[in-house]
């Protein structure tokens, strides 16, 4: 266990939908990390927090966003699904940057 | 723009043998390097790092060079056993910089 939680570990869900994935950062972590990953590819950066407050974006569509919230926890909200969306959904923390991150196991998503 | 790659998409090693994973950035303002291994169905996981200040650094079995002349970033793993058959990651990331950017990976397959 690694300490960041995500859930759920699998969602199939049909196009044009709206989904919510979750994570919780590891214990003391302040920053969250969002990447998406898609088959046998490299993982792209979405978004991160850092206490709240949005601080990098990547390549994250407009169809994505994203929020921390109080107790740190975060959510990443996919909606108007597309088939292309299927891929895992990794979150990640750390104490602040110039840190290597922890990562949660992932949420698979797959859209239908 | 930026981007980290690596030279090699896939490695075959034989079990008892030295590997050593590649990778070029192209950022030469990045201070920070890290190494990450992620095994099938999980989430990335750290596995050693190095700050622009040094040229190499060990740790167990591991060890990463930094050449900064060339921008340049290696993985050594000593006597590589199968447990080691995963995909790695190298990432970098910049001063004040708020996200990591991730090389595409290499596949590592170990032979018994």
């Given at each position: 266990d690694s300490g960041v939680t995500q859930t759920p570990k699998h969602l199939i869900t049909a196009t044009g939908q709206r989904v919510t994935l979750r994570c919780s950062p590891r214990s003391g972590d302040l920053s969250v990390y969002w990447y998406q990953q898609s088959l046998d590819q490299g993982l792209q950066f979405l978004i991160q927090y850092y206490n709240g407050e949005e601080r990098a974006k990547g390549n994250?569509?407009?169809?994505f966003s994203a929020q921390q919230f109080p107790d740190l926890h975060s959510e990443l909200n996919l909606s108007s699904?597309?088939?292309?969306?299927s891929a895992l959904y990794f979150c990640a923390s750390s104490a602040g940057t110039g840190f290597g991150y922890t990562f949660g196991s992932g949420t698979r998503l797959t859209v239908v | 723009g930026e981007s980290v790659g690596l030279h090699l998409p896939t490695l075959s090693v034989q079990e008892g043998d030295n590997s050593i994973i590649n990778c070029a950035y192209?950022?030469?303002?990045?201070d920070y390097f890290i190494w990450y291994k992620q095994e099938s169905g999980k989430g990335p996981q750290f596995i050693i790092d190095i700050r622009s200040n040094m040229d190499k650094r060990q740790g167990q079995r591991v060890t990463v060079l930094l050449n900064k002349t060339v921008k340049h970033l290696s993985l050594q793993i000593a006597?590589?056993?199968?447990?080691?058959?995963a995909v790695y990651f190298c990432a970098e990331n910049k001063p004040g910089g708020f996200k990591t950017i991730f090389g595409a990976g290499t596949r590592l397959f170990v032979k018994a």
């Amino acid at each position: 266990d690694s300490g960041v939680t995500q859930t759920p570990k699998h969602l199939i869900t049909a196009t044009g939908q709206r989904v919510t994935l979750r994570c919780s950062p590891r214990s003391g972590d302040l920053s969250v990390y969002w990447y998406q990953q898609s088959l046998d590819q490299g993982l792209q950066f979405l978004i991160q927090y850092y206490n709240g407050e949005e601080r990098a974006k990547g390549n994250i569509l407009e169809r994505f966003s994203a929020q921390q919230f109080p107790d740190l926890h975060s959510e990443l909200n996919l909606s108007s699904l597309e088939l292309g969306d299927s891929a895992l959904y990794f979150c990640a923390s750390s104490a602040g940057t110039g840190f290597g991150y922890t990562f949660g196991s992932g949420t698979r998503l797959t859209v239908v | 723009g930026e981007s980290v790659g690596l030279h090699l998409p896939t490695l075959s090693v034989q079990e008892g043998d030295n590997s050593i994973i590649n990778c070029a950035y192209s950022n030469s303002a990045s201070d920070y390097f890290i190494w990450y291994k992620q095994e099938s169905g999980k989430g990335p996981q750290f596995i050693i790092d190095i700050r622009s200040n040094m040229d190499k650094r060990q740790g167990q079995r591991v060890t990463v060079l930094l050449n900064k002349t060339v921008k340049h970033l290696s993985l050594q793993i000593a006597a590589t056993q199968p447990g080691d058959s995963a995909v790695y990651f190298c990432a970098e990331n910049k001063p004040g910089g708020f996200k990591t950017i991730f090389g595409a990976g290499t596949r590592l397959f170990v032979k018994a």
